[in-house]
């Protein structure tokens, strides 16, 4: 059983800057695909960027924040961060970390099993 908790989120004013974090409550022994999702009201969750446990170097990032956020990880912490830049308003949501046992990277929510309980992530115009 993997847990999982965010934090970091709060409260920007647009082109400003924050940095999630998600505590993963023990280290993937094999392929993970973990990850960042964001669900804004009455929208359905979407994929924001995800990591490959095992591969540092392979990532995946919606095209809506590519360019401006950086999903990296910490192994000897057992954290996996998001650098989130240049916000815009359209990017306030509930983020979620999430993971799923797999060889290579899971965009489909639905796919994952392990699911922190969120944090909300507000930019203002």
């Known amino acids: 059983q993997v847990q999982l908790a965010e934090s970091g989120g709060g409260v920007v004013q647009a082109g400003g800057s924050l940095r999630l974090s998600c505590l993963v409550s023990k280290a993937p022994s094999t392929y993970y695909s973990l990850g960042w999702f964001r669900q804004a009201s009455g929208t359905e969750r979407e994929a924001v960027a995800l990591?490959?446990?095992?591969?540092?170097?392979?990532?995946y990032y919606a095209d809506s924040v590519r360019g401006r956020f950086t999903i990296s990880k910490d192994s000897a912490k057992n954290t996996v961060d998001l650098q989130m830049t240049s916000l815009k308003p359209d990017d306030t949501a509930v983020y979620y970390c999430a993971a799923v046992q797999a060889r290579g990277l899971v965009p489909p929510p639905y796919r994952y099993d392990y699911w922190g309980h969120g944090t909300q992530v507000i930019v203002s115009s």
């Open positions: 990591i490959s446990s095992v591969e540092d170097d392979v990532t």
